[in-house]
């Protein structure tokens, strides 16, 4: 009880006074504005360059969606909603990351991941393209104009080498699909689950979904006098990229070249 009564009487701490804050003076207030201002300037001139990133790594690069307007335009138009992306069949369509600066959410496809391979046969991004960046006016896939096949490594060609091929083209891991008539009509499978026994090798002619007209083998004759054959581009190339992701070396022999400038189709009725 005692000591209740010490505690009771034991003498409380003074509260601490707050200190009073400054008050400054009306120059002081103008001068920190200043500096806030100053600081937010420097930051935005800094991070500014980063909006134009784009640019430098080239925009001209990437391989539009089916129907995408001439770049310019193209970026101007798409209001990056992701509609186009939603509705692809075999999720060829993707949106680019953050390091693209300005071009951040703006639609690409990587052929060689994944390829269009127009199993959707209305060409349904274009349908679901709600601002006319893709085109309203294709109707079919032979119409697109999104880039053309080139092939960059000729000497990696098994067709050249007279050479089969047998197995998954892509290895087991690759997780790219494509449609299969023969397999389901209306939805693709993984490239992976379909075995091929080719010989010579063609699986860049036999999968093209434009046919020969687009792509072909020829006789070709090598260094070595060895007849065998090799691929063709012919002008039906759409560019859609399924020639490259189909395409078993690696790095691979064929890539697509992004359209540069209008669409041919338009600069003849241009003209």
């Known amino acids: 009880m005692a000591d209740v009564d010490a505690q009771a009487n034991a003498p409380r701490p003074k509260p601490r006074r707050r200190r009073r804050r400054r008050r400054l003076s009306r120059q002081q207030e103008q001068r920190r504005r200043l500096l806030r201002a ?12 980063l909006a134009f990133v784009p640019i430098v790594r080239s925009w001209r690069t990437r391989l539009r969606p089916p129907g ?9 138009a798409c209001i990056k909603c992701g509609q186009c992306v939603q509705v692809c069949p075999v999720q060829a369509i993707v949106l680019a990351d953050m390091n693209e600066g300005l071009g951040t959410g703006v639609p690409f496809i990587e052929a060689r991941k994944q390829a269009c391979d127009f199993s959707c046969d209305a060409l349904s991004c274009i349908l679901a393209c709600p601002t006319g960046a893709l085109s309203h006016d294709l109707t079919a896939k032979e119409e697109v104009e999104a880039g053309l096949a080139r092939l960059v490594r ?29 397999v389901d009509r209306w939805n693709p499978i993984p490239v992976s ?21 687009a792509i ?20 039906a190339c759409v560019g859609c990229g399924v020639c490259e992701m189909i395409c078993p070396p690696d790095p691979p022999v064929i890539e697509i070249e992004p359209r540069v400038g209008p669409p041919p189709r338009l600069r003849a009725g241009e003209a």
């Open 68 to 76: 995408a307007l001439e770049e310019k335009e193209f970026l101007a």
């Open 193 to 213: 689950e379909h075995p091929y026994d080719r010989e010579p090798c063609d699986l860049c002619v036999l999968e093209c979904p434009i046919g020969e007209d």
């Open 154 to 182: 000729p000497e990696r060609c098994l067709a050249r080498k007279g050479e089969a091929f047998r197995g998954a083209a892509r290895g087991s891991g690759f997780r790219g699909r494509l449609r299969y008539a023969e």
């Open 38 to 49: 100053g600081l937010v300037t420097a930051g935005l001139l800094i991070l500014q360059p």
């Open 216 to 235: 072909a083998l020829v006789p070709f004759q090598g260094a070595d006098g060895v007849a065998a054959f090799t691929p063709e581009v012919r002008d």
